[in-house]
């Protein structure tokens, strides 16, 4: 099952290469080099966060009922929910036991282990949150953000931090490459969020519109609720409580909530290379992160 997910086989054991985009491990070891280190020194972290990651998606598929992932049927979908909660705990551990390959400098193995485990525990809350969120009638632009720095940038900020750390960052000048990923994570999820509605489930291979259906606070749900008034919140609502994914739609395009979320995705790309450009890498590791972030905003799947 964790071979499944991770893409490594197909659902008979026979070799596939439905990955994901591995964007965490390749943040880490661009972050390892951007300090000054050898990218190799990175890997075990790298292959640690891939892993946290990667049991989150397994668990995340069970909490919103999505049967699809990477194209294919979801390891819940494939498997049943009681072997997936196993898969994801399996590889939960296995971050763990890649991380290990640091043991050899016990005070640097020590550190990351901390910086792994406050961000899967801080990714977990998001998760709580999100699903929390699920079952309240709407929430806030700062209530989204509160959520998703939570179960995105934690993890994303834990990647370019620990690349950094490996790569022989002191504490402070981490925890500047934490806070960049964290930003990064926000904006990734911006626009993750903006993909579940309007992308091509062609080419995300995810669910389309689920995220409605299951009424998540997604971004493009909570900005339209910030843009109208009594009368347009009732037509919202009236639109969700029908289930209608249609008339749902088409409240968005009459308020032009694409466009915003186009806008406040900018924002939050911006305020990250802000931060990036405040680090002051050297031209090679400047470009390299640089292109990561416009990726994050520019990508389709
Ligand atoms: C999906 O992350 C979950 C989110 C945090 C939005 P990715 O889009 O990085 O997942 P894969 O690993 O490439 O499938
Ligand atoms: C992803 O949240 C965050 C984590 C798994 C921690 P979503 O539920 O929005 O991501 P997708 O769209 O299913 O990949
Ligand atoms: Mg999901
Ligand atoms: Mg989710």
Not at 245 to 265: I, W, Y
């Amino acid at each position: 099952m964790a071979r499944y997910h991770l893409g490594w086989e197909d659902e008979h054991g026979n070799p596939s290469s439905a990955t994901g985009k591995r964007l965490r491990p390749a943040l880490c070891l661009l972050a390892c080099e951007a300090v000054g280190g050898e990218w190799r020194s990175g890997l075990p972290a790298a292959a640690a966060v891939e892993l946290v990651h990667a049991f989150s998606l397994v668990h995340d598929d069970i909490q919103d009922r999505d049967e699809e992932r990477h194209h294919r049927p979801a390891v819940w979908a494939r498997w049943g929910e009681a072997q997936a909660i196993n898969a994801g705990d399996a590889l939960l551990v296995l971050a763990h036991l890649a991380l290990a390959g640091l043991k050899d400098d016990a005070g640097l193995y020590a550190r990351c282990a901390a910086y792994l485990d406050e961000a899967t525990l801080e990714m977990v809350e998001g998760q709580v949150l999100d699903l929390e969120y699920e079952g309240r009638p709407q929430v806030t632009v700062d209530e989204w953000a509160e959520m998703v720095g939570k179960k995105t940038g934690a993890l994303f900020g834990c990647a370019l931090g620990l690349g950094a750390v490996t790569g022989g960052a002191d504490e402070d000048r981490a925890h500047e490459f934490v806070r960049l990923g964290r930003a990064l994570g926000t904006a990734f999820q911006a626009r993750d969020d903006m993909l579940a509605i309007w992308g091509d489930g062609s080419r995300t291979g995810k669910p389309v519109a689920s995220d409605l259906i299951r009424r998540k606070k997604s971004l493009p749900v909570v900005l339209a609720w910030s843009m109208v008034n009594e009368a347009g919140k009732a037509q919202l609502e009236s639109a969700r409580s029908e289930g209608s994914v249609d008339r749902t739609l088409m409240l968005f395009d009459g308020l032009g909530v694409e466009e915003e979320c186009q806008r406040e995705a900018e924002r939050m790309q911006d305020r990250a290379l802000e931060m990036l450009d405040r680090l002051e890498l050297g031209a090679d590791s400047g470009a390299e992160l640089g292109a990561a972030v416009r990726f994050l905003l520019e990508r389709d799947y």
